[in-house]
């Protein structure tokens, strides 16, 4: 009854910027933490950046200092801004939310990924 849908994966030149989007529809109740991962080809998923109910963020160090994990609770929707955008950057991004419907208790719920490619 709840659905996450990403968007805002492309090819980019090193150096440029990506917007990232993660919204859930459906049956929604409450949203907890958010997050974005990361996973690479050969490479385990990665914690990229997070954010709380309160608005508390934390990145991986990788990525500190160029992206931004941002929300606008009102659409129920999760932003990863993405500058300066690196060859190692290049992975399919996965939203994180930990949700709860109308009917159902906390849970925590994937993106479908959305393929980010940086080239050199």
């Known amino acids: 009854q709840v659905q996450l849908v990403e968007s805002g994966g492309d090819l980019v030149q090193a150096g440029g910027s990506l917007r990232l989007s993660c919204v859930a529809s459906?049956?929604?109740?409450?949203?907890?933490?958010k997050g974005w991962y990361r996973q690479a080809p050969g490479k385990q998923r990665e914690l990229v950046a997070s954010?709380?109910?309160?608005?508390?963020?934390n990145y991986a160090a990788s990525v500190k200092g160029r992206f931004t994990i941002s929300r606008d609770n009102a659409k129920n929707t999760v932003y990863l801004q993405m500058n300066n955008l690196k060859p190692e950057d290049t992975a399919v991004y996965y939203c994180n939310v930990r949700m709860r419907t109308y009917f159902t208790g906390w849970n925590d719920y994937w993106g479908q990924g959305t393929q980010v490619t940086v080239s050199s």
């Open positions: 459906g049956s929604v109740f409450a949203i907890n933490n």
């Open positions: 954010i709380s109910s309160t608005g508390s963020t």
